[in-house]
């Protein structure tokens, strides 16, 4: 079965104190991983996909990275806007599933 | 280029009665897909529709039915509410399965149930 954890669940960080939050996940056969970010009370926003090991992605301050069983976002010099929850989902290749299973998310505060 | 939207913002309804939610996809979009998404955990998968077919299913009961029309759009019904059926209810849309997979998702819908 599908499985996602995310670490930490929670996360305090000061302006400009760069950090990272991971991913770790158990699938069949991994079609993608996604990061979304979600404000309180809305819907999840796409940030990136990512395929394969070894892949990387960037968008401004945040890089992801993939390993065979983990991802991390890494959150460069971070700032008040950027606080929000960050989940990591899973698409699995077994039997042509193509919906996405989500983690719990970690919930990212970058104090001024 | 419109997102995706969803249609009410907030929903009010009392044990046993049903709920009709909507959604329209992104332009360009066909499928579309369903998730429950409960206080203070990630959204849950409830199924997907697209040609205006269920495709795949999550572990829901049949409480729950949806519907897709000829111009993509979508609707979520959830029969004989439970309290425990209180959640964030969102819709993605996508390309079908073989091409992008980025799901991209609306507002959402707040259900409680009292």
């Known amino acids: 079965e599908d499985q996602v954890t995310q670490s930490p669940e929670a996360l305090r960080l000061q302006e400009g104190e760069s950090s990272s939050l991971n991913c770790s996940y158990t699938?069949?056969?991994?079609?993608?991983l996604f990061w979304y970010r979600q404000d309180p009370g809305k819907g999840p926003e796409f940030l990136f996909t990512?395929?394969?090991a070894g892949e990387e992605k960037e968008k401004e301050r945040l890089k992801a990275t993939l390993t065979k069983k983990e991802s991390f976002l890494h959150i460069t010099a971070p700032k008040p806007e950027d606080s929000a929850t960050y989940l990591c989902?899973?698409?699995?290749?077994?039997?042509?599933?193509?919906?996405?299973?989500f983690g719990t998310g970690t919930r990212l505060t970058v104090i001024p | 280029d419109a997102g995706v939207t969803q249609s009410p913002t907030h929903l009010i309804k009392t044990r046993g009665q049903q709920v009709t939610l909507r959604c329209s996809p992104k332009?360009?979009?066909?499928?579309v897909s369903w998730y429950q998404q409960a206080l203070g955990q990630g959204p849950q998968f409830i199924f997907q529709?697209?040609?205006?077919?269920?495709?795949q299913r999550g572990n829901f009961p049949d409480r729950f039915s949806g519907h897709q029309f000829p111009n993509y759009s979508s609707e979520l019904n959830v029969n004989a509410l439970l309290l425990g059926d209180s959640a964030l209810y969102l819709c993605?849309?996508?390309?079908?399965?073989?091409?992008?997979?980025?799901?991209?998702f609306g507002p959402g819908t707040r259900l409680t149930v009292l």
């Open positions: 529709y697209y040609e205006e077919e269920e495709r």
């Open positions: 332009s360009g979009h066909d499928t």
């Open positions: 989902a899973v698409q699995d290749r077994a039997a042509g599933a193509n919906n996405l299973f």
């Open positions: 993605a849309s996508s390309f079908p399965w073989g091409q992008y997979n980025e799901q991209f």
């Open positions: 699938v069949s056969g991994l079609r993608g």
């Open positions: 990512l395929y394969s």
